[in-house]
């Protein structure tokens, strides 16, 4: 049945993270029903439209240019044209560009119509096999390791699982900032390059990720989804422990820090000076 198309209307459609066959009917049917697509590579987008034999107009929206795009979207919406918003892959602005111009399309008072789809996030965590409480996602950590311990010390006590996207020139740097961050025992579930030819899954201890992925080069290539899992409840007597730690370090070294929280909360020593190396370490 063909897609029903509204005039003055943007359509923000999932498109395949990697296997061409993983889009909806209704996907294809909106493509090929509107005035332009809006994408974020038109030459990636281009090899799409061409296999489903889709001949459209592009324009060129990316994070360098999505104010100027915005602008140009809202007059072809004034024109009463309907619009496509495409990233290279999976659901746009899921850490990828199209916020800005969907908040600035519904300001204008122009529909904006989910066609859902594909999305790394949410096929990574249905094969993670973890619990099911909930995920933090967060996307693509800061490329600065000082920046990324931050971020992630932040998350450190988060009661969910974890979701990052990662580059592979730095998956190592990632690997070893999780670890030294959120501690060798979490587990986590690595998976590279979904739905692809060389898609791999592989779960294991933080503390373990980094000698998997030195152990063959091709662990270390593709796009990375890392869903690590929740941390362990916190006591409140941990949680003041840690708490006291924080203060005294503003003043004293780890070891002395440790060991008079240690003594005003009852949390073992080793644990809240391991704690203070990794927070003085940041």
Not at 66 to 88: I, N
Request: hydrophobic share 45%; proline share 6%.
């Amino acid at each position: 049945m063909q897609v029903e198309i509204g005039r003055s209307a943007l359509y923000v459609v999932a498109t395949p993270i990697g296997n061409l066959a993983d889009i909806t009917v209704r996907a294809l049917d909106t493509l090929r029903a509107v005035d332009l697509v809006a994408a974020e590579d038109t030459r990636i987008t281009s090899r799409l439209l061409a296999h489903y034999q889709i001949g459209k107009p592009m324009l060129a929206l990316h994070q360098h240019n999505e104010r100027q795009a915005a602008e140009r979207l809202t007059r072809e919406l004034a024109a009463g044209k309907a619009v496509a918003l495409v990233a290279d892959a999976g659901t746009p602005a899921v850490s990828d560009p199209g916020a800005a111009v969907v908040a600035a399309v519904r300001q204008q008072g122009y529909a904006v119509i989910p066609i859902p789809g594909p999305s790394a996030v949410v096929a990574a965590w249905s094969v993670a096999g973890l619990p099911p409480s909930g995920f933090v996602f967060h996307g693509f950590l800061p490329t600065r390791g000082s920046e990324r311990r931050k971020v992630l010390e932040s998350l450190t006590r988060y009661p969910y699982a974890l979701v990052f996207y990662e580059a592979p020139h730095r998956i190592l740097e990632t690997a070893d900032d999780l670890t030294g961050t959120l501690g060798a025992a979490r587990h986590c579930v690595v998976l590279r390059e979904l739905t692809k030819m060389f898609e791999s899954i592989h779960a294991c201890p933080l503390g373990e990720l980094r000698a998997w992925l030195e152990e063959d080069e091709n662990r270390r290539r593709g796009e990375f989804v890392l869903i690590v899992a929740a941390a362990e409840a916190v006591t409140p007597t941990q949680a003041f422990g840690e708490e006291v730690l924080r203060v005294l370090l503003d003043e004293l070294k780890p070891a002395q820090a440790a060991r008079i929280a240690a003594r005003l909360s009852g949390v073992p020593r080793d644990e809240l000076y391991e704690l203070a190396v990794r927070t003085r370490g940041q």
